[in-house]
């Protein structure tokens, strides 16, 4: 297992690499530059702007420039006043996480606690769970997170409808994040868990004379996990760099809403770092979540 | 006890002078030398202030930093007379070579500044912008601390307007040479505004304080001001409606017909207008008959009454009518005139069916407006419109390269003059984006430019644009905007201005 994640981790720096590439190429191949604006500026000025941010240069040596200043981390975001691109994600990155940590264990807690309840309690409490997480998956975020602002905002007036700063603030947008997350978890799980009640393993640990409930908390709930494990890698990549949707509701100052302003405003250095972290950040979950299968899952074999 | 923090929070709030506005996105910069945008200009209003400033209503020229000034009897020298005892807002004296220094930098071709052409009535200062010509050379000039004395090439009929505007604001050379672009950043920035940066956390709120050097200080009532970027309009109207801003300055168009019904909404006329730009360059719209008919087929009636539905004015002229400048009438719907011209050209019933692309940024009421015209073009013209949606960046490369047959645009005046509309039209202007030369236009307008007469100058503005929407039609304009925003009913010392401009240091908050 250490030779499997080693691999993967000697691997990573030349994924980012390529990922870096195509972000840089993509970046450039779309129309309209960083200084295309409504009012148009006058040639020299623009020249002089170009030239400033380095975009008048051999398109080989810009990347050279940029990859070199991406990997020191003396990359220039092109439309933030002088600040780095590091320094715009050391500002945000922190929110997000919190904001995407805080979501992802309250679904995980949700998702699975209802799974559990599902399973324990067949009949009319599963089907209404699974008419219910049904629902929390196809309704969107964008009309989950100005639904609760209205109703536990406005209407109840029990918290703020947006902004960033208390506790007070954290609740919608992580419910917000987490609904939808903890039904696919809690659907992932019931399957799952539905599957495993006639495992060879639980049989012999009913033969054995154990009861439903530790049978289930024992054996079931385990394998139920994996595809669960499977979900988190990626799911927890996305929480964790922000939702442009959720942090445009409720006025969160967090990475996801960088993902989109630094393409509108073709901020190309800006695009690329955040490319590279988000998928450093992909690669890391990943492999977090393939070895935690393995641990689940006896039976699983990394190579 | 969630509700009971929340009143001690909106009892404070309501004794504090802390005014909250959704300034509606972060932004691009705070150097008001390089800025175009009116959600940096806002930011500059509270931080800087010019020789001249305008009045909050009739946005009339008033003392700002010079007390008072003088024009010479051929309207080419300005002396200013600045006010006794200015400081920056670290303490330190102002004085003219500061004023002098500022308005070098912002002119200076490493400053890269986008209105530097503005300033080109002084003398010597075209020169010195394209790196041809040097600063001494340039007409600004400081005899003593208290005394700027601008030489300009030509009159200027607008001149005290670009002093109150934010090309023209002092900046800190020293702090810029310590901190380079970062010199606007908290702690850095010496101002010479009413407010003074307090906090700026990017994509979350800029906070400001009052400067305690402001020369106007006593007036000054606020006591923070609090900038928040809210781009999603349903954010900021369900923060509004619980008290949590005290200004937006745009709605949620979707929601207008719950918006309208709020005391706090109010809608005034804007100094902006819509229309399309013709790609003078591509047949058929070389015609100016094509382009003519274009214009004369549409009722632009139906697009303020049944889609835009808040107060737009229709217009068939360019220029927002201002002080003592009427635009010309244009030319009101003739759709036999226009059947008319287009068969003239050769092209409609009869001659070439009209194929043409009409080109907008992503927005739901463009396409509602691009819709409604597409239709009354085919009904009238049997023209056949393909709508085309583009990305705001890509829809500017698109009308920058001349690369669309027809554009949706827009223009929001810079300074209350008919320049900042009728001058974008000359010949390989940069924001003429036609592709349109009219030898005519051109000779009237720089007649216009260079006039000293106040009404014979506003006649000439008025000729040009008479060839702009009466005989050429490189542009065919559709209506004017209104302001349209919510503001809280504690809002005090607020005045309506078609710029939608509102000082903050006349602003307070009642009990």
């Known amino acids: 297992m250490n030779a499997y994640i080693l691999r993967r981790l000697l691997l990573a720096p030349l994924v980012l690499l390529v990922l870096a590439t195509v972000a840089f190429a993509l970046a450039r191949a779309v129309p309209g530059g960083p200084y295309d604006e409504e009012r148009a500026l006058p040639p020299a000025v623009r020249a002089a702007q170009m030239a400033r941010a380095g975009l008048d240069r051999p398109l080989p040596e810009q990347w050279l420039r940029t990859i070199a200043s991406l990997a020191t981390g003396s990359l220039p975001s092109l439309k933030s006043e002088g600040l780095t691109v590091a320094e715009v994600v050391r500002g945000k990155l922190p929110t997000s996480l919190f904001l995407g940590a805080t979501a992802l264990a309250v679904a995980l807690v949700a998702g699975l606690g209802a799974a559990l309840a599902g399973a324990h309690r067949s009949g009319l409490v599963d089907r209404g769970l699974a008419a219910g997480t049904m629902a929390a998956v196809a309704i969107p975020t964008f009309v989950i997170g100005p639904v609760l602002a209205l109703a536990l905002g406005l209407w109840l007036g029990w918290l703020p409808v947006a902004g960033w700063g208390g506790f007070q603030h954290l609740l919608l947008p992580a419910a917000t994040l987490a609904i939808p997350v903890a039904a696919r978890i809690a659907r992932l799980a019931r399957g799952a868990l539905a599957e495993t009640a006639h495992a060879d393993h639980v049989r012999t640990a009913r033969a054995k004379g154990l009861g439903d409930g530790l049978v289930l908390w024992r054996h079931r709930l385990r394998l139920a996990l994996v595809p669960v494990l499977a979900f988190l890698g990626p799911a927890a990549a996305y929480l964790l760099t922000g939702s442009v949707v959720v942090e445009q509701v409720f006025q969160v100052p967090g990475l996801g809403t960088e993902f989109i302003q630094s393409a509108l405003n073709r901020d190309h250095n800006l695009v690329m770092g955040l490319t590279v972290l988000y998928g450093a950040l992909l690669i890391a979950c990943n492999l977090a979540a393939d070895l935690a299968v393995a641990v689940a899952d006896p039976r699983v074999r990394l190579a | ?511």
């Not at chain 2, 009535?121 to 041809?132: H, N, S, Y």
């Not at chain 2, 009159?155 to 970062?182: D, K, N, S």
């Not at chain 2, 360019?318 to 226009?338: N, W």
């Not at chain 2, 506003?458 to 039609?473: N, W």
């Open chain 2, 1 to 511: 006890v969630r509700v009971l923090l929340l009143a001690v929070a909106l009892t404070l709030a309501a004794t504090e002078q802390h005014f909250i506005f959704n300034n509606e996105s972060e932004p691009k910069t705070l150097d008001p030398h390089t800025m175009t945008g009116i959600v940096e200009a806002r930011l500059a209003l509270a931080q800087h202030e010019g020789l001249v400033a305008l009045h909050p209503a009739t946005l009339a020229p008033q003392p700002g930093l010079a007390e008072h000034w003088t024009i010479s009897a051929d309207g080419t020298v300005y002396t200013f007379h600045l006010r006794d005892g200015l400081r920056w807002s670290d303490g330190t004296p102002f004085t003219a070579q500061d004023l002098r220094a500022s308005w070098l930098r912002a002119l200076a071709p490493a400053t890269a500044a986008p209105y530097a052409e503005l300033l080109d009535p002084i003398v010597g200062a075209q020169a010195f912008r394209e790196g041809k010509g040097d600063a001494a050379a340039v007409g600004i000039s400081a005899p003593d601390t208290r005394t700027v004395i601008v030489t300009l090439a030509r009159p200027c009929g607008y001149f005290l307007q670009l002093c109150a505007f934010h090309i023209t604001f002092p900046v800190p050379l020293a702090a810029i040479q310590a901190h380079g672009e970062r010199w606007t950043q908290p702690g850095n920035a010496r101002v010479m505004g009413p407010f003074v940066l307090d906090r700026w956390l990017p994509r979350e709120r800029i906070e400001l304080v009052p400067n305690p050097h402001w020369h106007g200080r006593a007036e000054v009532r606020l006591t923070r001001i609090t900038a928040l970027p809210i781009a999603d309009q349903d954010t900021s109207w369900r923060l509004f409606q619980q008290g949590a801003i005290h200004w937006m300055p745009s709605i949620p168009l979707a929601k207008w017909d719950e918006v309208r019904w709020h005391p706090g909404y109010y809608v005034s006329p804007h100094f902006a207008t819509y229309f399309y730009r013709l790609n003078c360059t591509r047949p058929p719209f070389t015609d100016a008959r094509v382009r003519r008919a274009l214009s004369l087929a549409i009722d632009r009636e139906v697009l303020t009454s049944q889609i835009l539905r808040a107060g737009q004015v229709p217009a068939t002229w360019l220029t927002p009518a201002h002080g003592d400048y009427r635009p010309p009438t244009g030319l009101a719907t003739d759709r036999d005139a226009a059947r008319r011209l287009l068969a003239e050209a050769g092209y409609g019933p009869g001659g070439a069916p009209l194929r043409c692309e009409l080109l907008f940024n992503t927005s739901d009421a463009h396409r509602q407006i691009a819709e409604a015209i597409a239709s009354q073009w085919k009904a009238v013209l049997g023209a056949e419109v393909t709508l085309v949606n583009r990305e705001w960046k890509m829809y500017i490369a698109d009308m920058d390269r001349l690369e669309y047959d027809i554009a949706r645009a827009s223009w929001v005046g810079d300074f209350l003059d008919p320049e900042t509309f009728v001058g974008m039209w000359v010949t390989g202007g940069g924001n003429n984006r036609t592709g349109w030369s009219h030898a005519g236009f051109d000779a009237l307008l720089n007649e216009a430019r260079t006039e000293r007469d106040p009404a014979r100058r506003l006649e000439r503005y008025r000729e040009a644009e008479r060839i702009l929407v009466e005989e050429q039609f490189p542009i065919i304009p559709l209506y004017i905007y209104v302001n349209q925003g919510l503001l809280a009913d504690r809002v005090r010392g607020w005045h309506e201005n078609v710029r939608d401009e509102h000082p903050f240091q006349h602003l307070w908050l009642a009990e």
